[in-house]
Structure formats: C-alpha cells, structure tokens
C-alpha cells in the first residue's frame, strides 16, 4: 500500500526558512516523478515544484529561486526546502505522485508565514 506522509510545516515569520519532507512508504520512489502541490484557504489546491526520474527539477513561477525541491533516495523521502518565505505562501502543502495512472497524496502540512 502506497503512502506518503508530510511533516515539517509550521508557523514562520515572513522572510524566514522551512524545510518540508515527504516520507514514502509501499514503493521506491527515486525514479518516480514526485510533486508538491499546495492549497490556501479558499483556493484551488496549485502545484509548487517538480522532480522528475533524472531528477531534474520544475517550480512554478511564483516559488522560483526561494523554494528547492530535492529528495534522498536512501531515506525514499522527498524534500521542499524553502526560504524568504511570504505571507502568500501560506498554506496545505501535500506530496503527490502517480503510479498507474492513480493519483497518491499525503494528508498536508501546514504552512502559515505571519509575523
């Protein structure tokens, strides 16, 4: 059974750091496509950065050079390092990939950035 757990979310002040890890478990996920998406209170839930089999890695225009997406493929855990973080970046931050067409999230980490 595929499962991923998120952790790592808090509250920070604006302009702070935070790094989030995403824990996979019911498969090996170093050549999968691995996604953070996020979801603001009253918005649709958005995707946030990419990593793909090569690891190369994708971020929405709006996170561009404050948030890194990386993983370990050790460990099967999934990273969101992020800095000079924003008021607007407050939100549910959920893990994804898909296998076989079949979509897995985790449950979300809670992200507020407020001073």
């Known amino acids: 059974q595929v499962q991923l757990m998120e952790s790592g979310g808090s509250l920070v002040q604006p302009g702070g750091s935070l790094t989030l890890s995403c824990v996979a478990s019911g498969v090996i996920t170093s050549q999968l496509p691995m996604y953070w998406y996020r979801q603001a209170p009253g918005k649709q839930r958005e995707w946030v950065a990419s990593?793909?089999?090569?690891?190369?890695?994708y971020s929405a225009s709006s996170v561009r050079g404050r948030f890194t997406i990386s993983r370990d493929a050790w460990q099967n855990t999934l990273y969101l390092q992020m800095t000079n973080l924003k008021p607007e970046d407050t939100a549910v931050y959920y893990c994804?990939?898909?296998?076989?067409?079949?979509?897995?999230w985790g449950q979300g980490t809670q992200v507020t950035v407020s001073s």
């Open positions: 994804n990939t898909v296998i076989d067409s079949r979509n897995y």
């Open positions: 990593i793909i089999a090569d690891n190369t890695t």
